[in-house]
């Protein structure tokens, strides 16, 4: 298995930005094709456990539409062959000094392109 061949590694990049920009923009439709749409599509987030994709798109839909800019750092993007991969990074939101947030996403190359089909999100104290 080949372990991030370029083209495969700038594809899941890309797809990786337009996700983070569809996030910090509350752009609820992109996010939502992104994401599988299927009942074994798994979202931890920072105070939820949301088990298929009905569930997710309801969260979506019910979070608040501001106070969604952060800045990333220390993103890692692994592809494993052609149709596979991690996407990891921190994030800092101004709104929350102190604490740094944990992003991390399985990508799956799917018919219709790139998808995530399991995703964590945690936040805790900054390490000094």
């Known amino acids: 298995m080949e372990i991030n061949r370029p083209e ?19 752009d609820v439709a ?23 994709i009905e569930a997710i798109r309801a969260f979506r839909l019910a979070r608040p539409s501001s106070g969604l800019d952060r800045r990333l750092g220390d993103t890692v ?12 990074t921190l994030f800092y939101r101004d ?8 992003q991390m996403q399985a990508w799956v190359r799917m018919p219709a392109g ?9 936040v805790i104290d900054e390490p000094a």
Do not use: C, M, Q
């Not at 992109?30 to 298929?52: M, V």
């Not at 993007?77 to 990891?88: K, L, P, R």
């Open 95 to 102: 709104s929350a000094p102190g604490k740094v947030g944990r």
């Open 8 to 26: 495969v590694l700038a594809e899941v990049t890309a797809v990786f930005e337009r996700y983070e920009a569809a996030l910090v923009t509350n």
């Open 114 to 122: 790139w998808r995530v089909v399991a995703a964590h999100v945690s």
């Open 77 to 88: 993007i692994t592809t494993y062959g052609n149709d596979f991969a991690t996407a990891s």
């Open 30 to 52: 992109l996010l939502d094709e992104l994401f599988s749409a299927a009942p074994t599509t798994i979202r931890y987030g920072i105070a939820e456990n949301l088990y298929g």
